[in-house]
């Protein structure tokens, strides 16, 4: 016999687990010192959130952003997206790792909503301002800036997560009988 179901408890350690990769992906894009954009032709320059370099091999000079006041902002919302994110987790855990508290679902939820927010904005600014007072050639967004955009998507993902989940209530508890969606006999 196979069946398909529906493990609800399992969302109790799966979700705070996804809010934990978020946490990890936005601290990759925010620390990477490679860059989030680097030319396409010689690989002769590329920009980090908090700087940018020219050169070639080991001769590279390299000059800080942050005298540009959208580079500041881009790096004060990315790191209070952070801050708000670890703290979102850590109510989480509590809130569904240690006890079951619903209560504390639409808290999260709505502290997630500000974490996409703050970051759709920071990763809309970063490029639009890069364009538009460095932009020098024909650049690529590298693997840092993915992580940004990655941080976010699971942000978004998991607020609709946190959001649903007071409805299920027995089924996160495992009191309730388990639905399945398929079963052959």
């Known amino acids: 016999m196979f069946r398909c179901g529906i493990a609800y408890p399992r969302c109790r350690w799966i979700v705070p687990l996804l ?20 030319d396409e032709d010689a690989k002769s320059h590329y920009a980090s959130m908090w700087e940018q370099c020219r050169g070639r091999n080991e001769h590279w000079q390299c000059k800080s952003l942050m005298e540009f006041p959208w580079a500041q902002a ?8 952070l ?3 670890i703290i979102a987790f850590i109510i989480s855990c509590v809130a569904l790792c240690c006890s079951l508290n619903l209560s504390l679902m639409p808290l ?4 997630l909503i500000v974490v996409v927010v703050l970051q759709v904005i920071a990763l809309i600014i970063y490029p639009v301002k890069f364009n ?4 020098e050639g024909h650049y690529y967004y590298t693997w840092a800036y993915g992580f940004g955009w990655g941080a976010t998507i699971l942000c978004i993902g998991c607020s609709i997560l946190f959001c649903c989940l007071p409805r299920y209530e027995d ?6 009988k388990a639905k399945y969606i398929y079963q052959s006999t």
């Open 171 to 176: 089924e996160l508890s495992g009191l309730a």
């Open 19 to 38: 809010l934990l990769f978020a946490i990890i992906f936005d601290i990759i894009a925010i620390a990477a010192s490679s860059g989030w954009v680097e």
């Open 132 to 135: 538009e007072q460095i932009f």
């Open 83 to 85: 801050i708000i994110l």
């Open 74 to 81: 881009v790096a004060a919302l990315m790191i209070i997206g």
């Open 108 to 111: 999260i939820a709505i502290m």
